[in-house]
Structure formats: C-alpha cells, structure tokens
C-alpha cells in the first residue's frame, strides 16, 4: 500500500504527459531564476572585487576590459564557441532549425563568459546571454526528460522568456518576448509553459536578489493629449538611433578581420572601450544603474548635449564590445540609448513648450521602449517591459503609439532587426508564415521518400551510380540505424579524393534535421531558411535515429493530402448545415454487396 501514491505520482508524471510538462516548465523557470540571481551576484562580486583592485585613476579601464573580453574570448574559443556574441540569434536558430536542441554546457560558460565581458567593464546587456541560458536549460530538462521535439522547442522558448522575466521582474513580457521574438508565433500549446517558467523565474530570482537590483521606475502620466506630438517626435528620432546602433553592429560583428590575431581582436576593442571610459565611464557594463537614474531617481539629469552623447557613446562602446568576440546582449543597451535619447529631448524642448511641464522620465521610458522597437522589432515585448518597469497605466497611449511608429519605420530603413540581422549573416532567412497554415494538418511522416540513406562505408563512385539511377540529388548517410550526414551532388563535385573515397570523407555533418512528428510547414520553413532542398526525419525522443527524408517534392504530396482532407472536412460541415436545417429529413441507408442495390443507379431505385 505505501508503493501506491509513489507509483500514482509516476502515472500521473509519465513523460509526454500534461502534468509532467507543466511540472517541467515549473522546475525550468525556477533553474532559470536561480541562474539569472547567479549571474547578478557573481557581477557584484567582481565588481566589489575590482573596486577594492582600483586606484581611482582614469587609465584603469584600458586595463580592465581588454582583460575581460581577452578572458571571455579564450573561455569560447576553448570550450565552447557558440558562447560569444548576444545568445538571442543563437536560441533562434536553435528552436528553428535544430528542434530547440542547445547544448548542455552552453548554460554554464555563457554565464562565466558574460561574468568576464560585463564585470570588467565590458558594454553590453546581461539579458542577451540570459537568454541562451535559459534556453540552453529548458533544452536539456526536456531532452533528458523525454519529450518530443514540438515540447522541446516549448521549454526552450519557456526557459528563454524566463530568462527576460527573471532580469526585469516581468513575467508578462517575458513571456510576449518568448512567443514574438524567439518562436515568432502565439500558438497556444506554447503558452502554458512560457507562462508558468516565466512567473517562476521571476519569483525565484526576486526573492535572492531583492527588488533593490531590478531595474524600476517611477509611474508617470500624460499631462495633456498634446504631448503626443513630442512622442511621435521621439518615435522618430529612436528610429534614427536604433538604425545607427543596426548598421554600426552589422559592420563590425560580421566582418573577420584577418591581418590580425584573433587574440588581438578582444584586446584592441576593449582598448577602445577603456578609451571612451575615460571620456565618461557611465558607457560601461550593462547601464542599468544608469538608467534608472534617467527614469526618474535622478531628475536633475543634464544637460540635452551631454545625454545624446551618452547614448552616441553607448551605441559605440555597445558595438566594440559585441564585436570584439566579447559575450553580453543588445537588450539592455537598447533601453539605455531609448532613456538617455528620451531625456535628452524633454530636456531640449522644455524651454519652449508652454503648454505642460514635461517629465524628462516619462520620455526616458518612452524612448526606452522606441529604441527597443526600432531595434529588435517587438512592440508588444517593447510596451509591456516598460509597463511592468513602471507598474503604471499612465503612459500606455505614448508606449503604443512609440512602439508602432518606431516598428514600422524602423523596417523602411532596414529590414532586419538585431537578432534576424545576426542570422542573415549567417545564410539563416527565416520566413514569416500566418498563425493557421493549411500543411499545419499533415506530418513530414507522412510525405516523407524512404530510400532516404546509404551507409558511410559506401564509396563515391557507387554514390554517384546510386543517385543518377534514382534520380536523386542526395540522401542521409548512417551507420547502422545512427544519422551521421547529408551527402548530395554537389560534395560530389566539390570535394577533391584521391583515388576512391568513402561517403564519410565527403558528408556534411550535423545536419539540420526535422522530428517526424513536425508539420510540413515546420519543415518547409526551416528548408528555405536554409535553402536546401531535402531534411532527414529523425524520431521525436532520439534525434540521432534516422525515420525518412522529407524532399521538396514531398510538399506537393503533403498539400495534396491535405486538399483532401480540407474537402473531407467541408463536405461534413456542409452535411451538418444541411441536416440542421428546419424540415430537412436524412435517411442513411448502407448498401451491402451482393444486394439488389449494389450496382445499380440511383434513378434505378425505389427510395423513400
């Protein structure tokens, strides 16, 4: 009798379960308050460190930061390369293209790398790299769990919108960051999870750090309807800053800059991060405290000249740090540009407006979320950080109308934000699809070719006999029942090989691959954000397990399955119409072989 509530629980939490779920997205928002709460005092620790170190002479920076970006470097190049940069475009391209797979030891170096950037002064947001952390937990509760991939990308995006809730206290936009920016759709089975790790996290990281360390900001209102002009006013000079922030981050972070050592790259920025330190120190680490002086701690502020410059400076010391391989986001920045621009510009036009006593906060918290609309083009996780920032309705209309204009402006002067940027450079091009699609219906299983494989020990010149008698462009390469790579003509073309090499020699590995239980749509996105023209299948609970091969052509079987049952579905509805309406009498009469019915016409027969 005692063994039974233990075996209930076990029932009742299988794997793949409802409840075992949302118990999972539970445990993944708590892990991941607990590492942002982590993160936080370990910056606080290195900074008590190094003020005990400093002197109080203006040189020390040109010895701090190139010494954390050098150190954060050397931690990603020897561990774990995937660990430099934001983290956002990387947890994209993770629930996009590799079923929410992020590896397990992302969790631990992204936060020591980010320690390093940002603790030795290094200027760039926390948020960022919370969020590869976040996702990089949510990934490896649900893959050591069990589940399958469309509930693996669910705890990953749950994880990363966990990591925003935990930074700001915002669960709410955490959870919209997690569904607009990350997964770039609301589905609804994503929602309990995001939800649930969202709330956890930011209990969980609120109750370890307090609410003194959380970026807060004192409510503020709309003095008058007239203000509104100000605003769009605003609205459009954040869209000038966050195209500047754009362009300046794109020609830095994707360039390779070969004369040099790569150990030089690091060292060399943050020589010019230490240098702009020395003009103002304000430009360093994440700013938070910053902005919350600009928010309304601090209402004296300066003067308009002094706070544009800050926000210039900020873009510039945001871009070296970024591009010099350091670890550290564009969150955070973003919301430091918008409140130094915003107060700036009440400052600037106070004089002569005559009309009401403007707020230098209110337009710092306005700008915040322009600049982060214009930038990473997510006005509703723009609105409603600032919201939860303030916990005030006072500004809602002059958020809403900043985050559209900026929005929409922002994607006239270019058409990629921060994180899609990031991807493009890297051949990544993710497609926009609407909420309901009609391949949503059927599986890649189901439109999948199965002499999808040939083993690794085959040899090139049977490859090439192999594809050109089935007429195939390439195929899954394995061994035994393990997917090892993808081999087509091209790598048959391209790759050089003395005498006779085997398929392995010449594969391309780690392909991306799709679960078998996936939409078509899912596949077909991730196909064109590739441009490929084939996927491996792979089983839902082992995604080394070789299924099929989904191909182009398998989209025109997948659409004309679903045609048919999209009719199949109509003709229901309309019987069902028919058969409700007033007078209408059915009368089904089943037709048995062999009957004096069976082959006969309809006009041939006696019916009711």
């Known amino acids: 009798m005692s063994l039974s509530p233990i075996r209930a629980l076990k029932s009742v939490l299988r794997p793949g379960g409802t409840p075992a779920f949302l118990v999972l997205s539970v445990a993944v928002g708590v892990l991941v308050g607990l590492a942002a709460a982590a993160l936080i005092l370990a910056l606080d620790l290195v900074g008590e460190a190094l003020s005990e170190l400093r002197s109080g002479a203006p040189w020390e920076p040109l010895l701090f930061v190139p010494i954390g970006l050098l150190a954060a470097w050397l931690v990603a190049q020897r561990f774990a390369p995937e660990i430099i940069g934001d983290g956002v475009p990387d947890t994209i391209e993770a629930l996009a293209l590799h079923g929410g797979r992020i590896k397990t030891r992302t969790a631990p170096l992204k936060l020591l790398a980010t320690t390093l950037t940002l603790g030795l002064g290094g200027s760039a947001g926390r948020e960022g790299p919370m969020v590869q952390v ?38 709410i936009a955490g959870m919209l ?18 939800v649930l790790a969202s709330v956890a996290a930011a209990v969980t990281s609120r109750s370890i ?13 709309l003095s008058d309807p007239r203000e509104l ?9 954040a869209v000038v800053a966050g195209a500047a922030f754009l362009w300046a981050l794109d020609a830095i972070e994707g360039r390779e800059f070969v004369r040099l050592p790569k150990w030089a790259v690091p060292v060399i920025g943050g020589l010019a991060v230490g240098g702009l330190a020395m003009i103002d120190d304000r430009v360093l680490g994440s700013g938070q405290e910053v902005v919350g002086s600009l928010v309304g701690f601090d209402p004296a502020g300066g003067a308009w000249w002094g706070l544009v410059l800050l926000a210039g400076g900020k873009i510039v010391a945001t871009v070296l ?31 002569i407006w005559s009309f009401t006593i403007l707020q230098p906060g209110a337009f710092s918290v306005v700008g915040m979320a322009a600049v982060f609309a214009a930038v990473a083009r997510a006005p509703l996780t723009a609105m409603l950080i600032v919201f939860e920032i303030t916990g005030d309705y006072g500004l809602v209309l002059p958020l809403m109308l900043v985050a559209s204009l900026a929005t929409v402006l922002g994607e006239r002067f270019q058409a990629d934000g921060v994180y899609t940027m990031a991807l493009r450079r890297r051949g990544i091009i993710l497609s926009k ?14 439109a999948m070719s199965d002499d999808a494989e040939v083993p690794a020990t085959m040899l090139v010149s049977e490859l090439a006999e192999y594809l050109a008698e089935r007429r195939s462009h390439g195929v899954a390469v394995t061994r035994g029942d393990r ?20 398929v392995e020699e010449i594969m391309t590995r780690n392909p991306v691959t799709i679960a078998a239980s996936q939409p078509v749509s899912a596949a077909l996105e991730r196909m064109a954000a590739l441009g490929v023209g084939r996927l491996p299948i792979v089983r839902d609970d082992d995604p080394e397990r070789l299924v099929g091969l989904f191909k182009r052509e398998g989209a025109v079987r997948a ?50």
């Open 209 to 221: 750090v307090g609410e003194e360390r959380i970026l807060r900001a004192f409510p503020f209102g």
């Open 559 to 608: 659409y004309q399955l679903a045609m048919a049952r999209n009719t199949g579905h109509e003709v229901a509805r309309q019987r069902l119409a028919a058969r409700t309406h007033p007078g209408a009498e059915f009368f089904d009469l089943a037709v048995a072989a062999g009957s004096a019915a069976d082959g006969k016409l309809i006009r041939e027969m006696s019916w009711p």
């Open 321 to 351: 740090t970024i591009g010099s391989r350091g670890s550290g986001g564009a969150f955070m920045p973003s919301l430091f540009i918008g409140a130094a621009l915003g107060a700036g510009f009440a400052r600037l036009v106070a004089p």
């Open 229 to 237: 002009i100000l605003y769009a006013v605003l609205g459009v000079l």
């Open 177 to 194: 960051f997690a569904m607009e920016v990350l997964l770039r759709n609301f589905a609804v089975r994503h929602v309990n999870s995001v």
């Open 134 to 171: 976040g996702g990089s937990i949510g990934s490896s509760l649900a893959r050591h769990w069990g589940v399958g991939e469309d509930q693996v990308r669910s705890l990953v995006a749950a994880g990363a919108g966990a990591a925003i809730g935990a930074s700001f206290n915002a669960p």
């Open 433 to 446: 699809r609407s909420e309901i699609d009609l391949l949503d219906s059927i599986t890649v299983s189901e």
């Open 483 to 502: 997917l090892l790579g993808m081999v087509t003509i091209t790598d048959i073309a391209r790759k050089s090989h003395k005498g006779d090499a085997t």
